[in-house]
């Protein structure tokens, strides 16, 4: 969905970088979730972000991986001392704040994230 | 354990037909609800419908509707009359109204449509 914003749409990284992914909501959006997709895969469920709160990270590596969300400003998933097997496509999607479970997550275009 | 399973990796029809693309899930959640997405080669994901489990009617839009067998954990995706624009990945998702209400995708299922 064009509304919610993923740069950048492709990031190469060399083995050892940090990769900084952006996700900006929907406007009127205070809840953003992440998701990593490999090749032929599903979306795997990383982390479940509120405006300055992390609501629930047990997709998330328990090292190099961080997320936030700050009051102003996209979410941002970072990936420190990235490995050639963090390569994958990364996918953010948006939910208003007041959601029932009828409600729809919209999804960015993804991070294509390939480290060499 | 698996949440949701979609047990046809790949299917092929001839376009025209319809089309049932399988999913199953578990859960002992009394209130969830079901999506399907459409996942395209240029990558993004498209929302095609939605079946909450107090629902009493199957849902439909358009070309695609969902046939909900509750007792069975079922919530098979419909498409009718297929076109080659439906060639795509199709996945199933379900989000719990306990813990985080987070959306848990299955693996998918790549649809081809030949002429």
């Known amino acids: 969905n064009a509304g919610v914003m993923q740069n950048p749409r492709h990031l190469v990284r060399r083995r050892g970088q940090e990769a900084r992914l952006r996700c900006s909501p929907m406007?009127?959006?205070?809840?953003v979730y992440w998701y990593r997709q490999l090749p032929e895969e599903g979306l795997k469920f990383m982390v479940y972000?509120?405006?300055?709160?992390?609501?629930?990270e047990s997709g998330m590596p328990k090292e190099r991986f961080s997320a936030e969300f700050p009051k102003e400003g996209p979410s941002i998933l970072r990936i420190q001392q990235v490995v050639r097997g963090d390569s994958a496509a990364y996918f953010c999607?948006?939910?208003?704040?007041?959601?029932?479970?009828?409600?729809?997550?919209?999804f960015g275009q993804g991070t294509r994230l390939t480290v060499v | 354990a698996q949440k949701i399973t979609q047990t046809q990796p790949g299917m092929f029809v001839q376009e025209k037909e319809a089309v049932t693309l399988d999913c199953t899930y578990d859960?002992?959640?009394?209130?969830?609800?079901l999506f399907w997405y459409k996942q395209p080669s240029s990558g993004e994901m498209i929302f095609l419908i939605y079946q909450g489990s107090y629902d009493q009617q199957n849902a439909t839009e358009g070309r695609y509707s969902l046939n909900f067998q509750k007792a069975r954990k079922s919530a098979n995706l419909v498409i009718s009359a297929s076109q080659l624009g439906d060639s795509a990945m199709y996945f199933c998702a379900m989000r719990e109204i306990q813990g985080a209400q987070k959306l848990v995708f299955g693996q998918g299922t790549r649809l081809t449509i030949n002429p």
């Open positions: 972000l509120q405006k300055e709160n992390i609501i629930d």
């Open positions: 406007k009127g959006h205070s809840h």
């Open positions: 859960t002992s959640d009394p209130s969830y609800g």
């Open positions: 999607a948006s939910l208003p704040p007041y959601g029932g479970m009828n409600t729809e997550a919209f």
